[in-house]
């Protein structure tokens, strides 16, 4: 069965930075695109950003560009999130998910299945 596991979360001041991992297993983890979505208290999930199968693509939200860099390992069957220059309002579950369709999706309806997700609190 599909499996999508988080982890590297945890407590980082504001301006640090912090990597994330998830680590896929149960199918053929190259012939998926991959998304990292956050979700804050009270707030809707929001794209984070996304990466092709071959990770030659990818997608970052406004928010994040310029400060998180997603890439993937397809021999370790692992997608990772690196974020840099954290503040707090950085500070959500972080959750990786499987990109059913042709890649690069930003909406969660898009994506099939999720990992359990991992907490990311940036304190001010």
């Known amino acids: 069965q599909v499996q999508l596991v988080e982890s590297g979360g945890g407590l980082v001041q504001a301006g640090g930075s912090l990597r994330i991992s998830c680590s896929a297993s149960?199918?053929?983890?190259?012939?998926?695109?991959m998304g990292w979505f956050r979700q804050a208290p009270g707030k809707e999930r929001e794209i984070v950003a996304a990466?092709?199968?071959?990770?030659?693509?990818?997608y970052y939200g406004d928010s994040v560009k310029g400060r998180f860099s997603i890439s993937r390992d397809n021999a370790k069957n692992t997608v990772f999130l690196q974020m840099n220059s954290l503040s707090p309002v950085d500070t959500a579950v972080y959750y990786c998910a499987r990109d059913r369709g042709a890649g690069l999706s930003t909406s969660p309806s898009r994506y099939d299945y999720w990992g359990q997700g991992t907490q990311v609190t940036v304190s001010s």
């Open positions: 990466i092709s199968w071959s990770g030659g693509s990818t």
């Open positions: 149960g199918y053929t983890f190259n012939n998926y695109a």
